[in-house]
């Protein structure tokens, strides 16, 4: 069977370093961080228990989507939505729609040449625990009796399809992917393959979560989230004294559509998806694998795809979330894979936060704009690598370089491990 190549030909972004590719590509390049201090307040409780463990997170600035009244929203003037349209949507589905403006806008399409069924629409989202608590509270106080007719569509994980799909006309595929944090990644390879194997001309890609208690302070119960108070303490990747992932939220869209469809249109591609794997440890529902063993299958089965070696590959970006197991096993797969072919590696976590779902799809995102504009993002915030990490290449600063391939990795709870290829429009 022949496979058609896939390109990348927008791209949006709704982050705690920026909201448009200009921002975005700026803070990566000169390593400005997005977090900032952060009071988590759930409902009345002002942030106490679990919210101990939460002081810094990646903000959005110019969006306020805190309120469970949709009505009192607001969000930056350069994005045009409709009041009407977030009626019943979950809170990070505003972030999705800016970012969706942004990639089809770079892309050059209207939404009217979204719905002839050759366009497609794979999201990720954890939904929204928030609205979820409100509607399932206003329920129980009336007695099980009066459910908001919005309840379900504002809160679900699969709200996002529910609602892009209508708002946007789409008639092709749409599927949800709920697989932790590698969710994104997951709804990118798939979204590839259907427009390798043909059943699809274009491919939006669109991730999302919100930033509340409700979404983030069940981690402190697991001791997987930051307790530092300074910004430029708090993530660090790799580094030994690390304790804990920054929670952050937000939005990435990515177009993804044929070469021969794109190269019709007259739309550039930026990056091509190259390639993609994925495997599952097999080993605990929460931990990693101390060897890194599903992610080493999963970069193997990547490269593989790819039909190329680790020597081929000119930066790595990685899952590395600032937990010390997590990071720990991801550097020993790193070096299973690579170690006889150093590459730079760096997590731009260190930089955003981490967003869960929306981690995989948005550090893609971020590799597009590596090969795109010819640059290694540096490994922020490090100090003194971990001593099972010092072995890898990590760059204290941005490389002004071009790389031709990079790697993407994403890890989720259960072993979930997914690794994609990019590589440059043109063959170096």
Not at 53 to 79: C, H, I, M, Q, Y
Not at 101 to 119: K, N, S
Not at 255 to 277: K, P
Request: hydrophobic share 40%; charged share 15%.
């Amino acid at each position: 069977m022949n496979h058609h190549e896939v390109v990348i030909t927008g791209l949006g972004f709704v982050t705690s370093i920026g909201h448009s590719r200009a921002a975005v590509s700026r803070s990566l390049r000169e390593l400005q961080t997005g977090l900032a201090p952060w009071e988590a307040i759930a409902g009345d409780s002002a942030g106490n228990g679990a919210g101990g463990a939460a002081k810094v997170a990646g903000r959005l600035s110019g969006f306020d989507v805190g309120s469970t009244n949709p009505a009192a929203w607001s969000w930056p003037s350069e994005f045009q939505i409709d009041p009407n349209a977030v009626r019943a949507l979950p809170p990070q589905g505003v972030y999705a729609l800016a970012a969706v403006q942004q990639a089809l806008a770079e892309a050059r399409l209207t939404t009217a040449e979204l719905g002839h069924g050759g366009t497609g629409l794979y999201c990720a989202s954890a939904g929204s625990p928030r609205m979820l608590h409100y509607h399932l509270g206003k329920l129980e106080a009336s007695g099980w009796q009066r459910a908001h007719p919005h309840g379900v569509l504002s809160s679900v994980a699969g709200a996002l399809n529910f609602h892009l799909g209508a708002q946007l006309g789409i008639r092709g595929a749409s599927c949800g992917f709920v697989s932790a944090c590698a969710s994104g990644s997951h709804a990118l390879g798939f979204a590839g393959d259907e427009i390798r194997l043909g059943r699809q001309q274009r491919m939006l890609v669109v991730t999302a979560e919100e930033l509340t208690a409700e979404n983030v302070l069940p981690f402190g119960g697991m001791g997987a989230l930051s307790r530092a108070t300074e910004p430029r303490l708090a993530s660090r990747p790799f580094d030994q004294g690390r304790d804990g992932f920054v929670p952050t939220g937000g939005a990435v869209a990515l177009v993804l559509e044929s070469a021969a469809g794109a190269a019709w249109r007259g739309a550039r591609g930026l990056a091509r998806l190259i390639g993609w794997g994925q495997a599952c440890d097999g080993y605990h529902m929460a931990k990693p694998h101390p060897g890194g063993r599903g992610l080493v299958d999963a970069m193997q089965l990547a490269l593989r795809d790819a039909g190329t070696s680790p020597a081929a590959i000119g930066y790595v970006n990685a899952h590395a979330t600032s937990t010390p197991e997590g990071d720990r096993a991801e550097a020993r797969a790193l070096l299973h894979v690579f170690g006889g072919h150093p590459v730079p590696v760096s997590s731009t976590k260190a930089l955003t936060g981490h967003g869960l779902s929306l981690a995989g799809a948005m550090e893609a995102a971020f590799c597009v704009l590596a090969l795109d504009e010819g640059f290694i993002p540096g490994q922020a915030h490090l100090v003194e690598p971990d001593a099972e990490c010092a072995q890898l290449m990590l760059p204290r600063e941005t490389r002004l370089i071009q790389p031709h391939m990079v790697l993407n990795n994403s890890c989720g709870f259960g072993g979930q491990n997914v690794a994609h290829v990019f590589a440059t429009t043109t063959t170096p």
